[in-house]
């Protein structure tokens, strides 16, 4: 593809960075990225990036609309492409208010700055420009035992984030529909891999099994999520706002469901053979049980049939593989991890042992 310009909102943060880091290395376009650097933001994550010449940062807030109308008068981006976001559920449970300020108010803040440049562009640029909308497959709500989440799935979320990516999600269809917008959207499982902020499942789970500190998971750990790698993540986001149709949605997912209680033993016996106990026995040992989170959703899984058929893309990573070299990314980087760990205000939201 010929080399475009791209705004990237949330580019310091775990799939932000991932997408900045690999369009520097493998295609020829300008990245800007917007970025706010709350707390779950990392510049260490693009420092190898940092001085790239296609590369510039900006610290600010999707929610200024002066901003970002500068930014995109100035950068006169071809592709828009929407990370931003608060993204951690226990978050939004004890603290709801800025999920919606940033997942709603910010997209629609975007979306309307967007839509006054996009209309501003000569008519060659117009036809090329996309909005791409980066969303979740929590916005579907909980599966039971069987079925899978696709693109026409009935949107039912049940948790403060998901309920705030809903409502970006129906204000970027809504700002298509209406003006025309060209809008793309996608909806993505759960994601793992490096550069992962330690408030999430995996990330925690290796750094508290480092410090042989307990392994806390959630009610019975029989909760299911579809587990797909960053970087399989990151190029189904090229794919779409290079190659998708205006006004489509995508969903992605890794066809790899595990339990939670799964994903905790499968990160402990990789750990055991990396870096074994000093005091004998498995990291396993120290899985414990605490009282579930309020309206946990029991189960997620994505059919990403409609990616794979019209696009081309699949999963690369085996979730075995991808979750072995995780393993290993965070036992050879705690130079990454450590500075977070002392600075980092801990969730509250992971309860007692039951
Ligand atoms: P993250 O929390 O790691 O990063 C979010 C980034 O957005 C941070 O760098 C933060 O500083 C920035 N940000 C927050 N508020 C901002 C604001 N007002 N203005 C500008 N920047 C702001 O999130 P992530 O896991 O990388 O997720 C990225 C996107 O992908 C989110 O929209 C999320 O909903 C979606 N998503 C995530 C997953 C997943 O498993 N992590 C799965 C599906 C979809």
């Not at 209406?178 to 993505?188: K, Q």
């Not at 500190?213 to 019975?220: R, S, T």
Request: proline share 6%.
């Amino acid at each position: 593809m010929n080399a475009k310009r791209i705004l990237i909102t949330g580019g310091a943060g775990f799939i932000g960075s991932a997408l900045v880091r690999q369009l520097l290395a493998t295609t020829e376009h300008e990245v800007l990225n917007l970025d706010a650097l709350t707390y779950a933001a990392v510049p260490g994550s693009l420092a190898a990036v940092a001085d790239h010449p296609r590369y510039r940062f900006v610290q600010g807030d999707i929610c200024d609309p002066g901003l970002v109308r500068q930014l995109l008068t100035q950068f006169q981006p071809d592709i828009v492409t929407h990370l931003a976001a608060e993204s951690h559920v226990d978050r939004s449970i004890d603290a709801p208010g800025q999920f919606i300020t940033t997942n709603v108010v910010g997209t629609c803040n975007l979306l309307q700055q967007c839509l006054d440049y996009w209309q501003g562009l000569p008519a060659e640029a117009r036809s090329g420009f996309r909005f791409h909308h980066i969303s979740t497959d929590e916005v579907f709500g909980s599966l039971g035992p069987t079925g899978h989440f696709h693109e026409q799935s009935p949107y039912d979320p049940r948790s403060p984030y998901s309920a705030s990516k809903a409502g970006a999600d129906h204000l970027v269809r809504a700002w298509g529909h209406t003006y025309g917008l060209p809008v793309l959207l996608t909806n993505c499982s759960n994601n793992y891999g490096p550069f992962h902020y330690p408030e999430k499942l995996i990330p925690l789970t290796i750094i508290r099994a480092l410090g042989e500190q307990d392994l806390p998971v959630y009610g019975d750990g029989q909760n299911i999520r579809d587990w797909l790698h960053v970087e399989d993540h990151v190029a189904a986001l090229r794919l779409v706002f290079e190659t998708g149709a205006p006004g489509e949605t995508y969903a992605i997912g890794g066809n790899a469901e595990r339990t939670n209680l799964a994903v905790v033993q499968a990160i402990c016996d990789e750990l055991d053979r990396l870096v074994p106990r000093s005091g004998g026995g498995t990291y396993r040992d120290l899985i414990g049980f605490v009282a579930d989170r309020p309206g946990h959703d029991r189960r997620y899984a994505i059919d990403a049939a409609k990616i794979t058929r019209e696009l081309g893309w699949t999963p690369t990573v085996a979730f075995e593989q991808g979750i072995a070299a995780t393993v290993r990314w965070y036992v050879e980087n705690r130079a990454w991890w450590e500075p977070i760990m002392a600075r980092r205000d801990p969730t509250r939201r992971l309860g007692t042992r039951t």
